[in-house]
């Protein structure tokens, strides 16, 4: 599917929309005080942004298929560059919403293309590619708020200009992408695992013709109803952990600075995590995987309401929630390969999971204070480690009848 220049292009491009996506937060003290807003109309920024992106992934999944890989990714590229362009430039805040939805359309675009095509361009190789793309994801929230520190929040303008221009020289990388997917392999799964003529593997690995039909009699509809409830859940514990972790270390005691610090940690370690898992989706299954980490994101999240263990257990959390969502990608693939939009579907569903997060656990926090944090968001963990056990049992491949 790739050519190298093409997978480091790949790579850059997900820095881009990380970047993209860390940059309105930092900034929101400049929109305010430029265009007089108040702080939930400054917030609005970020909103149009997901909104843009749940909107690029359902728009370009209808494309998927129809138009070339290349004009797809290239589309979403020069509308990330508009839009940001546009934001930099808005007259006035209506105009600003209206530019951060535009680059939201072509960050859902990306976001989707690429993770759709590595997920079935690699072969047994997809988890762990998925992986190394996504840990690029973090660099770039990492690398945002550090631009907007270094040249001052009421620069912001030069910085999404110089993000609108960065997008334009992978268009020329393009070229290496092959315009359309190849129908997939027998063990294409972005499992490990051993294909014999008959189509079964070993116990370590899944093929997708398998998984096909492999549904214990549970209906697709199901299996991908509890695949969208465990990007919805992993995806809005990560939003609410980078969201009230400041604001639970600081509320048992620890210092203002400590506690930022402490979350730059948590983005830092889901960063890592992802590097690191790529060797080792190599040898094990998606399905190990994913059950492994929600277990001990459930354990550091429990850990977590300890005072002096929190900062410690929510790196953890970083760690264990980082391999989630990229591996879940190949997964879902092999256990619903007639499905050709089960990919959009979990990944706008990811997008609704980081939007609906903070409202969501913001109710729970009220009746329960703040202390409540890691239990909350534990019990969310324990529903994820379910769902994966479903998943297991429910795409577990039938034993060929004597």
């Known amino acids: 599917m790739f050519s190298t220049p093409a997978v480091v292009a790949s ?24 265009f007089g807003l108040s702080p939930s109309a400054a917030g609005l920024g970020l909103s149009a942004h997901f909104v843009g992106g749940v909107g690029g992934v359902l728009l370009f999944d209808r494309l998927y298929g129809r138009m070339g890989n290349r004009r797809i990714l290239g ?13 930099a430039l808005a007259p006035n ?15 859902g675009g990306i976001d989707y293309g690429l993770n759709q095509l590595f997920a079935v361009g690699f072969g047994h190789r997809s988890a762990a590619m998925l992986n190394v793309l996504n840990a690029h994801f973090g660099i770039g929230a990492i690398l945002g708020p550090a631009l907007i520190a270094a040249v001052g929040a009421e620069y912001y303008p030069a910085v999404f200009l110089a993000f609108a221009a960065a997008n334009l020289p992978l268009l020329l990388c393009l070229r290496g992408v092959r315009d359309r997917v190849p129908q997939p392999a027998p063990g294409a799964t972005g499992t490990t695992g051993t294909t014999d003529p008959s189509g079964t593997t070993d116990p370590s690995g899944t093929t997708g013709a398998e998984a096909g039909g492999s ?31 400041p604001t639970h270390l600081e509320t048992v005691g620890y210092g203002a600075g400590a506690a930022a610090t402490a ?10 995590g992802r590097f690191l898992i790529a060797p080792i989706a190599l040898r094990h299954s998606a399905q190990t995987i994913i059950v492994v980490c929600c277990a001990g994101m459930t354990v550091c999240l429990l850990l977590a309401a300890v005072p002096w263990l ?13 391999p989630l969502f990229p591996t879940g990608l190949p997964w879902l693939h092999a256990a619903a390969p007639r499905a050709r ?16 997060a903070g409202p969501a656990l913001g109710k729970a926090i009220e009746w329960s204070g ?21 998943l297991i049992r429910a795409t577990r491949p039938h034993s060929p009848s004597p």
Do not use: K, N
């Not at 929190?310 to 980082?322: C, Q």
């Open 263 to 272: 979350t730059s940690v948590y983005w830092l370690m889901m960063t890592v």
């Open 75 to 87: 589309t979403s590229y020069l509308l990330m560059a508009l839009g940001a362009a546009g934001f």
């Open 310 to 322: 929190a900062p410690y257990a929510y790196a953890g959390v970083g760690l264990f929630i980082a």
């Open 11 to 34: 790579c850059v491009g997900f820095v881009l929309i990380g970047v993209l996506q860390a940059l309105y937060g930092p900034a929101i003290p400049a929109f305010r005080d430029e």
């Open 370 to 390: 703040v202390r409540a944090v890691p239990l909350l968001l534990c019990a969310a963990s324990a529903l994820c480690l379910l769902a994966t056990l479903w």
């Open 341 to 356: 939009r089960a990919g959009a579907l979990v990944i706008a569903a990811s997008m609704v999971g980081g939007v609906a």
């Open 215 to 245: 549904a214990l009699g549970r209906s697709l509809a199901s299996v991908l109803a509890v695949f969208v409830t465990l990007y919805v859940l992993h995806v809005g514990i990560e939003a609410g952990v980078g969201g009230w972790e």
């Open 93 to 107: 805040w209506p105009t600003g919403l209206a530019a951060a939805l535009l680059a939201g359309l072509g960050f």
